[in-house]
């Protein structure tokens, strides 16, 4: 595995974009999810349209209220798609083809977690659905949406964001399978992969595409990534590459220890004491605290004792 760098254009400020045509359309007084409110707003079309596995709340603690009232601020014509049933190909064609990207999040939460609790079993509620309800959304949800927006209209880029592509754009562990799963780029087959907060990128992203550039020319903006393929394969001369293992050095992992110790004298708490013939390990972590007695640990925040402990290696 080997990660890329490459120099990256400085990022401009948000309103010195020249605003889409579209721009003269009045702002939705919310963002269309049918064809109906579309008609509604004299639009024949939308220019993005965001699949969300959240509910759609016009308020900016939901992605598609942020994300999509920022690209609407740039002049561009946004639906939404939310929750959709994903068994249907035709739930994902009710705005109409998009005419410059789809965009694509399983919403504020990655939806294994959205779905399981960590002992795996089923979640009764969903903290992003109408009245709370469960089962919303497939597991796994970013790639079952983008294979889907695919299926429906092949032709147009498709711009995977959200914490749930965010956090596995890279071979990463997934707790959930027990396993050590490739980047998500290659199961969804996304374009273009936005992690992090996507503002500045999306408005980036889109303004270059509805001038004409095509997707896969785009391989400079900050907080993207994509697959080498064919078609920029050209781009690659600009990129520096660097073995994963030099770019972090994985530390000692210690035991876990218990995280309500409120003193900073081991030896003197009962339950670690307790504890000390069946957990070597732990052992050893008190001999090392114990050596490092210059060290002055905070009593009132026990969790700092194991990041001191892991990171004073
Ligand atoms: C508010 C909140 C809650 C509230 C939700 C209330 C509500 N209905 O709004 C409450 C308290 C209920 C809650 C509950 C839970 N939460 Co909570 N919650 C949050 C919090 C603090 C903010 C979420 C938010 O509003 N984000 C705002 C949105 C707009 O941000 P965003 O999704 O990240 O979107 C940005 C980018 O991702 C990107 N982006 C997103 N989509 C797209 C799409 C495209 C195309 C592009 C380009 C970009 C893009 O741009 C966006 C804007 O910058 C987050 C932490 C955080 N700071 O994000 C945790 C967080 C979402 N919660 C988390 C968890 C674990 C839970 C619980 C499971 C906790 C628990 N054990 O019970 C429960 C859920 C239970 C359930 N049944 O659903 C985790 C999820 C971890 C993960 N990997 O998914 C988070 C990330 C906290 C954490 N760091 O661990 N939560």
Known sequence: MSTAYTMQTAPKALFDYDKFWASCFEPAPFLPMSRAEMDLLGWDS???????????????????????????????????????????????????????????????????????????????????SPDNVPNKRPDRAATVYCQRVREAFPDVPVLLGGIEGSLRRIAHYDYWSDKVRRSILMDSKADLLMYGNGERSIIEVMHRLAKGEKIHEITDVRGTAFIINKHNRASKSQFVEIASNDVDTIGRVDAIINPYVMTEDLEGCDIEKNKKSSFSQYQNFQKEAVARKSCSYNRQKPLNIAYHHVNSQ
């Open 46 to 128: 939308c220019d993005f349209i965001l699949v969300c596995g959240d509910a759609y709340i016009d308020h900016p603690s939901f992605v598609s209220g942020i994300i999509g009232r920022v690209l609407e601020a740039q002049g561009f014509r946004v639906g939404i798609i939310a929750q959709p049933d994903w068994t249907d190909v035709e739930a994902f064609r009710v705005l109409g083809k998009p005419n410059i990207a789809w965009g694509v999040t399983a919403g504020n939460m990655d939806s294994m977690i959205n779905r399981y609790t960590a002992d795996r079993k089923i979640r009764s509620d969903d903290a992003y």
